[in-house]
C-alpha cells in the first residue's frame, strides 16, 4: 500500500502525465455521458423490449462493447465497432491489394491514406448499420417513438445522428491517442466493456445466494479463482511469449555475432496476439446481422444456434475460426523468406540447415509447429464464457471470463501502465512493479 501511495504522488508531480491523465479522464466522462443520451423523439422510459432483447445472445455482446448505448438507444448506440470492421477490411486488404501494399511502405504518408480510406469505409458501413439498428428499434420499441412523429420521417435524422455519433466517439478515441494516455481507440471499447462489470458482478453474487442450485458463497468464490486464472492466462497471452518452445530454440540460432552473444530468431508462441479472434468474432456476427432485424423464429435451426453463443456449434465453429485466423494472420505477419534473406545476408545460419530456401522452409515449418499451441490456447480463452455458463454463471457475468471483451481489458490494462511507467522511469522515479517493467500488447492499435 505503501509503495502505491508513492507510485500515485509520483504520478502527480510528473505534470505532463498529470495532464494527460486528467485529459484522458475529461473524454472518457463524456464518452460514458453520451452513451446515456437517448436519440431525439425516443421515449427512453419504453424501451423495455429492446433491453431484453439484449439480455442474452450476440446481442448482449454488442451491447457490451458499446457500453450499454446500444440498449439505451443512444446517439453512440453503434459505438466504435462499424471502424473496427473498416480497419480489419483494410488489413485483409493490405494482404491482397497491390495498391494497399504499396500504401503502407511508403511510411508516414502511406498511413495518412490507409487511415482516411479506412475512415470513410467507417462512414459506408455506419450508413448500412444505423438504418438496421432503426428497423430493430422500429420493432422492439415502436411504441417509444413519440406522438406525432412517423418513422418514415425519423429515419433520415436517427440515420445521420447515429452515424455522427459514432464518428464522434473516433475522434474522441483519436484525441485520447494524442492529448491523453494510452491508445484512445482501444480505451473506449475497455470502458464500454468494464462498464457494465460492477452490475454483472451484484447479479452474480445475488444469483448465488438467492437461487435454489446457486452454490452459495463456495461456489462464488470458486469462480472467483477461475476467473483470476483465466486473467493470469490472458496476461501471457497478451503479452505474448518472446522465445519458441526450448527444443526449437535451441537449433534455431544464428551465427551472427552481436555484443559477442549469439542471438535467436524472434519467433513468438502467440505471433498473432489477439487478432484472430476479433476476426473471428466479426465473422460470427454475419448471421445477427442477417436476422436480427426479421423474426428469428423464422430462421433456420442452424442459424437461430449461430445465434445462441452458448451453444456448442457456435462454439465448436468459433473455435475453428480462431485456428484458422491465427495460421493466416501470422502467415501475414511473418514471412520466413525474407527473415531466411536477413539471416544471410548477416552471415547468420541455422546449424545444420543451408542457407536460402531451405532456411525458410524450416523457419516455416517450425512456425507452423508452435503456432498449432498457441491457436489452441487463444480459442480456449474464446469459449471460457460457454464453458462458464455450464456452472449456471449469469451471462452478463460470464462475459468477463475470456472471449474478446477479456483480452481486451487485459491489452488495453497493460499498454496503459506501460505508457504511464515509462513516464515515471524517464523522469528517474520507481517503475510501477519492483519485479520488473510491464510489457504491452505488442500489436497494432486499432
Known amino acids: 500500500m505503501k509503495k502505491l501511495i508513492e507510485t500515485l504522488k509520483n504520478i502527480w508531480k ?7 491523465l486528467l485529459i484522458t479522464l475529461l473524454f472518457v ?5 453520451g452513451s446515456f443520451v437517448v436519440l431525439p423523439g425516443i421515449n ?16 448482449s455482446l454488442l451491447d457490451m462493447f458499446s457500453g450499454g448505448a446500444f440498449s439505451n438507444a443512444s446517439i453512440f448506440a453503434l459505438g466504435i465497432m462499424p471502424y473496427i470492421s473498416a480497419s480489419i477490411v483494410m488489413q485483409l486488404l493490405a494482404v491482397a491489394v497491390p495498391y494497399v501494399q504499396k500504401m503502407q511502405r511508403e511510411g ?14 467507417t462512414v459506408a458501413i455506419l450508413l448500412f448499420q444505423a438504418p438496421g439498428y432503426l428497423m430493430n428499434l422500429k420493432m422492439q420499441a415502436g411504441a417509444a417513438l413519440a406522438p406525432g412523429i412517423s418513422w418514415s420521417a425519423f429515419m433520415v435524422p436517427a440515420v445521420i445522428i447515429l452515424s455522427a455519433g459514432s464518428m464522434f466517439i473516433l475522434w474522441l478515441g483519436e484525441r485520447i491517442t494524442d492529448k491523453g494516455i494510452g491508445n484512445g481507440i482501444s480505451l473506449i471499447i475497455m470502458i464500454g466493456i468494464i462498464a457494465r462489470l460492477p452490475q454483472a458482478f451484484i447479479q452474480e453474487l445475488t444469483s448465488r445466494f438467492t437461487a435454489i442450485s446457486g452454490g452459495g458463497l463456495v461456489m462464488f468464490l470458486v469462480e472467483i479463482i477461475i476467473l483470476y486464472a483465466v486473467v493470469c492466462a490472458s496476461i501471457v497471452l ?6 519458441v518452445p526450448v527444443q526449437y530454440a535451441k537449433r534455431i540460432v544464428g551465427n551472427q555475432q552481436v555484443g559477442g552473444a549469439r542471438q535467436y530468431i524472434p519467433l513468438k508462441l502467440f505471433a498473432a496476439n ?4 476479433i476476426f473471428a468474432q466479426a465473422l460470427m456476427f454475419i448471421p445477427l446481422t442477417l436476422v436480427q432485424y426479421s423474426a428469428p423464429e423464422n430462421a433456420s435451426w442452424f442459424v437461430r444456434t449461430m445465434l445462441d453463443h452458448h451453444s456448442w456449434t457456435y462454439n465448436i465453429i468459433f473455435a475453428l475460426l480462431i485456428i484458422a485466423f491465427t495460421y493466416f494472420y501470422t502467415a501475414i505477419t511473418l514471412n520466413p523468406t525474407q527473415m531466411a534473406e536477413d539471416m544471410k545476408r548477416n552471415n547468420g545460419f541455422i546449424p545444420g540447415v543451408k542457407p536460402g530456401k531451405e532456411t525458410a522452409e524450416y523457419i516455416d515449418t517450425v512456425m ?5 499451441p498457441g491457436s489452441l490456447f487463444i480459442a480456449f480463452i474464446a469459449v471460457m464464457p460457454a464453458l462458464a455458463s455450464l456452472l449456471n454463471v449469469q451471462d452478463a457475468f ?19 501502465l506501460a505508457q504511464i511507467e515509462s513516464h515515471l522511469l524517464m523522469r528517474h522515479y520507481d517503475g510501477l512493479l519492483s519485479s520488473g517493467r510491464i510489457h504491452g500488447r505488442g500489436m497494432a492499435a486499432y
Open 238 to 243: 497478451v503479452q505474448g511469449v518472446r522465445k
Open 398 to 416: 460470464s462475459q468477463f471470463f475470456g472471449g474478446t471483451s477479456l483480452l481486451i481489458l487485459v491489452g488495453v490494462v497493460l499498454d496503459t
Open 44 to 59: 427512453p422510459g419504453m424501451l423495455s423490449q429492446l433491453q431484453s432483447q439484449t439480455a442474452g445472445g450476440l446481442m
Open 274 to 277: 489477439v487478432m484472430p479472434i
Open 108 to 121: 508516414e504518408s502511406g498511413r495518412k491514406k490507409i487511415s482516411m480510406y479506412t475512415r470513410w469505409l
Open 368 to 372: 507452423s509447429r508452435i503456432t498449432l
Open 14 to 20: 510528473i505534470e505532463d502525465l498529470r495532464q494527460r
Open 29 to 33: 466522462a463524456i464518452y460514458r455521458f
